[in-house]
């Protein structure tokens, strides 16, 4: 999609963070763009950062994981803009800690957001996406951690994978349809999603205070990166169709590790069966 002015862009989670940056980065590119998100006060700072400005945005409370609210925030898109080309299902948490730790309740709202708010975000959008026939393009935020295991990140890794693999099936699924999509797969960039249990539901346990840097540790000796950054980088893979979006390649080593593992798990199992015959 290399002429975005004047497309529509609904992106969840994107009040903060890596959402908000694509939302600057969009609408400086002349896209309309929706920016939706579960936090009152960050909608309200995201509307004011944009007031004075000429770019066309609405903000819209949605809670990814709550299907009536996908579908409210869609017909607000839809009277504000008619339609919609790109999807950016973003809005994402973190829960630390080792496996053995988890409760029950951290998996279901790790879960919710992070993988059931990419198939919701989809549901509700791919008719539109196909309907009007001018191609589209789908953005689903994973991470690197979506790509190797990392300790203290268990239900994390857990999540990020599933988008990863669900947005390669999705690439090939709707090609046909002139729809493009990436996976957005970061290191670390500088965004609230450590303190994301803020806005943990009682449902699931509800707030709670966590120390992220004494939970977990990839080995890595990490670049920080700023949002806005990302949000340039993305707009650019929709303009140039580009599906991974692996922004640090510090991560590169671990990710070829994994790669190898698998190569040669192949060849043994080869082998195991030439030997006995099976």
Request: some cysteine.
């Amino acid at each position: 999609m290399k002429d975005v002015a004047g497309k529509v862009a609904f992106i969840t989670g994107g009040a903060s963070g890596l959402g908000l940056a694509m939302a600057q980065s969009f609408s400086a590119a002349g896209m309309k763009v929706v920016i939706a998100d579960i936090e009152d006060a960050a909608l309200e700072a995201a509307a004011a950062s944009f007031a004075e400005s000429n770019a066309e945005v609405i903000t819209v409370k949605a809670d990814v994981t709550d299907r009536d609210s996908m579908e409210e925030a869609r017909a607000q898109t839809l009277d504000a803009f008619g339609k919609v080309h790109v999807l950016c299902n973003n809005a994402g948490v973190v829960v630390y800690g080792s496996v053995a730790e988890m409760t029950a309740k951290d998996w279901d709202w790790v879960m919710k957001v992070n993988l059931d708010g990419v198939i919701n975000g989809a549901v509700t959008f791919l008719d539109d996406l196909r309907s009007h026939g001018e191609g589209g393009h789908i953005v689903n935020t994973a991470s690197i951690a979506g790509h190797y295991g990392i300790p203290g990140l268990g239900v994390y890794c857990t999540s990020k994978f599933a988008v990863v693999g669900m947005s390669e099936s999705m690439r090939l699924d709707l090609s046909a349809d002139n729809i493009g999509v990436s996976v957005l797969c970061p290191g670390v960039v500088e965004t609230g999603i450590g303190n994301s249990e803020r806005n943990r539901p009682s449902e699931f346990g509800g707030p709670a205070e966590r120390d992220p840097d004494s939970q977990t540790d990839t080995g890595v000796e990490m670049e920080v990166m700023q949002p806005s950054v990302i949000g340039d980088i993305v707009l650019h893979a929709i303009q140039n169709d580009q599906f991974y979006i692996l922004t640090h390649r510090e991560f590169e080593p671990a990710v070829q590790q994994r790669i190898e593992e698998i190569h040669h798990a192949f060849a043994y199992w080869a082998n195991y069966r030439e030997a006995n015959n099976v």
